[in-house]
């Protein structure tokens, strides 16, 4: 089992940025991906980006690109996603979860946090 919990989110203004965390715990993972994925009221779960626990590479949702970073310290166990310029259609629930495979689908993850809420003011 792999156990992962969300942080960061909150209220922010349109043009500001957040570091979302998610601190991953339980078996060793180091084959894993970790993936950040997104939803907003009404609309499906949305890929942003993931990265590999090992080597630390990193893909993204071309929509994505040159807002969003994801990064890993694996001394804290927590994968982050740096978001900066943020726009009212950033607001939604986000999510971290852990695979075994390079998926950019939800069905390709096995465990999924609880989520953390970001709500971009205009």
């Known amino acids: 089992q792999v156990q992962l919990v969300e942080s960061g989110g909150g209220l922010v203004q349109a043009g500001g940025s957040l570091r979302l965390s998610c601190a991953a715990s339980?078996?060793?993972?180091?084959?894993?991906?970790i993936g950040w994925f997104r939803q907003a009221p009404g609309k499906e779960r949305e890929f942003v980006a993931r990265?590999?626990?090992?080597?630390?590479?990193?893909y993204y949702a071309n929509s994505m690109k040159g807002r969003f970073t994801i990064s890993k310290d694996n001394a804290k166990n927590t994968v982050y996603l740096q978001m900066s310029s943020l726009k009212p259609e950033d607001t939604a629930l986000y999510y971290c979860?852990?695979?075994?495979?390079?998926?950019?689908?939800?069905?390709?993850?096995?465990?999924w946090g609880q989520g953390t809420q970001v709500t971009v003011s205009s």
């Open positions: 339980g078996r060793t993972f180091s084959s894993y991906y």
């Open positions: 990265i590999t626990w090992s080597g630390g590479s990193t």
């Open positions: 979860a852990a695979a075994n495979r390079a998926a950019s689908t939800p069905w390709g993850y096995d465990y």
